[in-house]
T-cell receptor, first 116, second 117 residues
Framework: DTGVSQDPRHKITKRGQNVTFRCDPISEHNRLYWYRQTLGQGPEFLTYFQNEAQLEKSRLLSDRFSAERPKGSFSTLEIQRTEQGDSAMYLC??????????????FGPGTRLLVL | AQTVTQSQPEMSVQEAETVTLSCTYDTSESDYYLFWYKQPPSRQMILVIRQEAYKQQNATENRFSVNFQKAAKSFSLKISDSQLGDAAMYFCAYRSALINSNYQLIWGAGTKLIIKP
């Protein structure tokens, strides 16, 4: 399977715990994006990387959220001191940086987080 | 700031019939991209069709076609010969073409499409 993969697919945690999600983009894609989707809503942009550089992080929801892409390949999204309001689906997407389809983002299956 | 509006929370159509999903957007930019994504109950977001704003010709992908009205800022999706597998949430999304944008997709709230057998 050469699509975007995310791990874990589901995560249940207790309030106050830290969680980390992983995203593996399509191998040829340089850009990687994180979105959050709450039930019944469209996704909400969080951050994006071009290679290993995080070029936009002002949309991260609070300083409890952080993301990394250390070698320009996979990325991690960490939420510290989780709150019940963090319960959502976290989506990862990737895209090319150039070429005729560079504007198209391809999504992974998402990680569903439930904070108890 | 750009916004995307999908005014139909839910639509239903008889199998084999045609259905049109509505999307309007607001932007001051002249160059951008528009997308329709499908999210079946399994929740993976799948690209259905894309449109480049500078192209006047409406995009088509097999049974899926769009009606892009740039002046009216309207981007509707037509699904012909509806199939049971088309049942899903459909999201309309906008992306700026500006080089210094953050390339984020701006999303509508979605339309749930129900296919009646």
């Amino acid at each position: 399977d050469t699509g975007v993969s995310q791990d874990p697919r589901h995560k249940i945690t207790k309030r106050g715990q830290n969680v980390t999600f992983r995203c593996d983009p399509i191998s040829e894609h340089n850009r990687l994006y994180w979105y959050r989707q709450t039930l019944g809503q469209g996704p909400e942009f969080l951050t994006y990387f071009q290679n290993e550089a995080q070029l936009e992080k002002s949309r991260l929801l609070s300083d409890r959220f952080s993301a990394e892409r250390p070698k320009g390949s996979f990325s991690t999204l960490e939420i510290q001191r989780t709150e019940q309001g963090d319960s959502a689906m976290y989506l990862c997407a990737s895209s090319f940086t150039a070429g005729p389809y560079q504007e198209t983002q391809y999504f992974g299956p998402g990680t569903r987080l439930l904070v108890l | 700031a750009q916004t995307v509006t999908q005014s139909q929370p839910e639509m239903s159509v008889q199998e084999a019939e045609t259905v049109t999903l509505s999307c309007t957007y607001d932007t001051s930019e002249s160059d951008y991209y528009l997308f329709w994504y499908k999210q079946p109950p399994s929740r993976q977001m799948i690209l259905v069709i894309r449109q480049e704003a500078y192209k006047q010709q409406n995009a088509t992908e097999n049974r899926f076609s769009v009606n892009f009205q740039k002046a009216a800022k309207s981007f509707s999706l037509k699904i012909s010969d509806s199939q049971l597998g088309d049942a899903a949430m459909y999201f309309c999304a906008y992306r700026s073409a500006l080089i210094n944008s953050n390339y984020q997709l701006i999303w509508g709230a979605g339309t749930k499409l129900i296919i009646k057998p």
